[in-house]
Every structure is written in structure tokens, then in C-alpha cells.
């Protein structure tokens, strides 16, 4: 059973920095292309970014040159770290599994962690 598990919750002010975390299981993780989403309070689900499995990464324009997403393949572990947080950057943040690097599909997501950015 694929497991996604976000963790790394936080509230920080505007121009902080936070890293997120993605623990993976049940499946190739080394294999496999991984995204980063966020949902801002009433509004859809954004795509941020995405990974290949040799840590080739595009953005989306509204993170890129802020956020940066890695991966250690050793651990299974997928990151997210957020540089000059910006209020718009508050929401919900996933990490998700895809079968492709280019688009923003996904076939699993995790169940999300809480970012804040506050004055």
C-alpha cells in the first residue's frame, strides 16, 4: 500500500523559512517521480513542483527561486524547503506520487500538513 506522510507543520512569519517533509512506503520511491501541491484556504489545488527520480526538478512561477524540492532516495524521503514565505504561501501542502514528470497529475497524495505565514 502506497503511504505518503507529510510532516514539518508550522507557522512562521512573512520572509521565514520552513522545510517540509514526505516520508514514503510502499512503493519504489527511487523509481518514482514525486510533486508537491498546496491548497490555499477556499481555493483549488495548486501544484508547486515536481522531481524525477535523478533530482531533476521544475517549479511552478508563483514558488520558483523560493522553493526548493529535494530528495534522499535513501531514506525515502521527499523535502520541501520554503525560503521568503509570503501570507499567499498559507495552506494545506501535499506530497504526491506520479507516473510522469512533465503535467501535474497524481495517483497518490498524502493527507497534508498546515502552513501558515503570519505577521
Known sequence: EVQLVESGEGS???????KLSCAASGFSFS????RWFRQAPGKGLEWLSSIRP????????SVKGRFTTS???????????M?????EDTGEYFCAKSNAFSGTTYTNR???TQ?????
Do not use: C, F, H, I
Open 12 to 18: 512562521v512569519e512573512p520572509g521565514g523559512s520552513l
Open 31 to 34: 523509481r518514482s517521480y514525486m
Open 54 to 61: 535523478d533530482g531533476a526538478t521544475r517549479y511552478a512561477d
Open 71 to 81: 530528495r534522499d532516495n535513501a531514506k525515502n524521503t521527499l523535502y520541501l524547503q
Open 83 to 87: 525560503n521568503s514565505l509570503e501570507p
Open 110 to 112: 498524502g493527507q497534508g
Open 115 to 119: 502552513v501558515t505565514v503570519s505577521s
